[in-house]
């Protein structure tokens, strides 16, 4: 079965955002821990969650600085 991004919970990435802003390279001692998962699934997962409002940050390819996105 191939890995989609409707099958990372959003609490796996959340999780990891609450403390500091990550990247999403592998071995940064800042990446966002996704080991057990394709890159590009996860940067779909982000976008996901970018889009719904609840992180900040840059898929481009950059570091992404990826956050929580403080809701009022």
């Known amino acids: 079965m191939k890995t989609q991004a409707k099958n990372i919970a959003d609490t796996f990435i959340l999780s990891q955002l609450n403390d500091k802003p990550k ?14 998962y394709p890159t590009k699934v996860v940067k779909a997962k982000l976008n996901s969650l970018i889009k719904r409002g609840l992180v900040s940050g840059c898929i481009c390819g950059c570091r992404g600085d990826f956050i929580l996105v403080k809701k009022d």
């Open 23 to 36: 990247t999403l390279f592998q071995g940064a001692s800042n990446s966002i821990d996704c080991e057990s």
